[in-house]
């Protein structure tokens, strides 16, 4: 596997944990996928493969972790068609205008009714660690999707003390 496009972070303060014990701190956020009213969902997977059951793969000091992400897609012409709907018919059997207050419930309970029924996307985002020269190496073309993955991997195992390299 090759990283197509890879962000690079130095580690200010080496990383004090063995393969295992990574393993471990990351067993707390495995990946399940969406639930029926759940938007988004972010979880550690095995980089190897769904075969494999190591959420880290380790070889001479070296990690290489990868997390999924999982979404739910709704297009936001879809919601604003059903809610024009709902605020014509509103407005036809009740004789009276909608409000901006009940059109952002009346969006809710839309995109609530919508979710379960609507298409999902998944991506997998890789992540590789030189515990020797104390380097993070993110494949990632989106600076949010690698701050996803740090952030998230900041909650596992507490702090990560990372800085972008400085170049001439």
Same mark, same amino acid.
């Given at each position: 596997m090759w990283f197509k496009n890879v962000r690079a972070y130095r580690l200010t303060a080496p990383l004090d944990l063995g393969a295992e014990q990574l393993e471990q701190q990351l067993q707390a956020q495995i990946f399940?996928?969406?639930?029926?009213?759940?938007?988004?969902?972010?979880?550690?997977?095995?980089?190897?493969?769904?075969?494999?059951?190591?959420?880290?793969?380790?070889?001479?000091g070296r990690y290489l972790l990868c997390l999924r992400r999982e979404e739910k897609l709704l297009p936001a012409s879809v919601v604003r068609e059903? %809610?024009?709907? *709902?605020? &014509?018919? !509103?407005?036809?059997?009740?004789? /009276?205008?909608?409000? +901006?207050?009940?059109? %952002?419930?009346? *969006?809710? &309970?839309? !995109?609530?009714?919508?979710?379960? /029924?609507?298409?999902? +996307?998944?991506?997998?985002?890789?992540?590789?660690?030189?515990?020797g020269?104390?380097?993070?190496?993110?494949?990632?073309?989106?600076?949010?999707?690698a701050e996803e993955l740090i952030n998230t991997l900041r909650e596992c195992i507490g702090t990560l003390p990372l800085v972008l390299p400085r170049v001439n």
């Open positions: 399940s996928p969406c639930a029926k009213s759940q938007a988004l969902s972010m979880g550690w997977v095995p980089p190897l493969g769904d075969d494999k059951e190591a959420l880290v793969h380790a070889a001479a059903q %809610l024009a709907d *709902k605020i &014509e018919q !509103i407005e036809q059997e009740e004789a /009276r205008k909608v409000y +901006r207050k009940e059109k %952002l419930r009346l *969006k809710d &309970e839309i !995109i609530q009714d919508c979710l379960p /029924r609507a298409f999902t +996307r998944s991506s997998r985002i890789y992540a590789y660690f030189d515990t020269r104390n380097w993070l190496f993110v494949d990632s073309a989106s600076a949010a999707r």
